[in-house]
């Protein structure tokens, strides 16, 4: 196992070995998951996203870079980036999210040619904020927790995903061609919950996503967005009344289309088993990249980037 110096008063590996990892089973499902999924991005569908565009100054001469904002579920006003090529055609379009720290910005350093992306912040989240959803993760994972229908995640799931690709697709109709995911930590999670019931999607990459089999992470200390979810189990004993319908293992064995997923072995923000659970139970053609830590810096990890970049570039370019 990965062995990091860290400060951390419990181990980022949870104890468990590459084939530990490799073991973990998606917990059980409600007899309702796939119809309340379903009925979800249904009506997220037929939301009218009437997107807008803004162009900004870019810092790569190659791209032009806009604020993009359209609607999303409920009525809510998204924002985020879009960036195109500045003089070759458009012929695919990327759908990117964010993980929990929100985004300043576009990615520029990501394989794609002749691409529209699309670079949604989820609802209460950097471009997205409002008064009425919390912008600390902590808070914003809690929110609406109550009942399954008011729960944050399904909305983020219209906003950076569904409602997302329709924005882009309305700009972009020939991006429907090819059209492909990435998500990372709470973008990889929200990903694994809403791709099974889009079929616009082509591929996608899920970078240590979140929100894998809750009722392990219930048992697992961790400093990322978890915590504050078993701190509101240890207060009520309910949080799984509503996350058992917003569990990305559970809804990874509903993925078809082709996968890679980055989880890693070591990673104190989101813990391994639930990253595993999620790469495990994946119904369809898969492709897994280990990587020896997540959201923890280390010696290896600009290298281990790389690798995972060029893995990326081979998976979503060689069909």
């Not at 910005?105 to 990501?110: M, R, V």
Request: aromatic share 12%; charged share 20%.
């Amino acid at each position: 196992m990965p062995m990091f110096r860290h400060s951390y008063p419990f181990d980022p590996t949870y104890s468990h070995d590459l084939a530990a990892l490799l073991s973990i089973a998606a917990p059980a499902e409600p007899a309702d998951f796939a119809p309340f999924w379903r009925d979800l991005y249904s009506r997220a569908r037929s939301v009218p996203v009437a997107p807008t565009l803004q162009e900004i100054s870019s810092p790569q001469p190659r791209i032009r870079v806009f604020e993009v904002e359209f609607t999303s579920l409920n009525g809510v006003r998204i924002g985020g980036w879009l960036t195109r090529p500045r003089a070759d055609p458009v012929e695919r379009g990327v759908v990117v999210s964010h993980g929990y720290g929100g985004r300043d910005e576009p990615d520029f350093h990501l394989p794609f040619k002749r691409a529209a992306l699309i670079f949604p912040c989820a609802r209460g989240i950097s471009r997205s904020a409002r008064a009425d959803v919390p912008s600390d993760p902590y808070a914003h994972v809690l929110h609406g927790i109550q009942r399954p229908e008011s729960y944050v995640h399904g909305g983020c799931a219209a906003d950076t995903v569904w409602c997302a690709a329709s924005a882009l697709l309305e700009l972009f109709p020939m991006a429907a061609r090819r059209l492909d995911y990435l998500g990372i930590s709470f973008g990889g999670g929200i990903g694994a919950l809403a791709l099974p019931w889009d079929q616009r999607f082509h591929r996608a990459h899920l970078n240590v996503p979140s929100f894998g089999h809750h009722p392990l992470r219930l048992s697992l200390p961790c400093v990322g967005s978890g915590e504050a979810v078993r701190s509101y189990q240890r207060q009520t004993g309910r949080a799984l009344d509503t996350l058992r319908y917003f569990d990305a293992a559970v809804a990874a064995r509903y993925l078809q289309l082709p996968l890679h997923i980055a989880a890693a072995r070591f990673d104190p923000a989101v813990p391994p088993p639930g990253q595993f659970a999620i790469y495990n139970a994946m119904a369809g053609s898969k492709q897994l990249f280990v990587l020896q830590a997540g959201h923890f810096d280390h010696a290896g990890t600009a290298a281990e980037n790389a690798r995972l970049l060029d893995a990326l570039g081979y998976f979503f370019n060689h069909d």
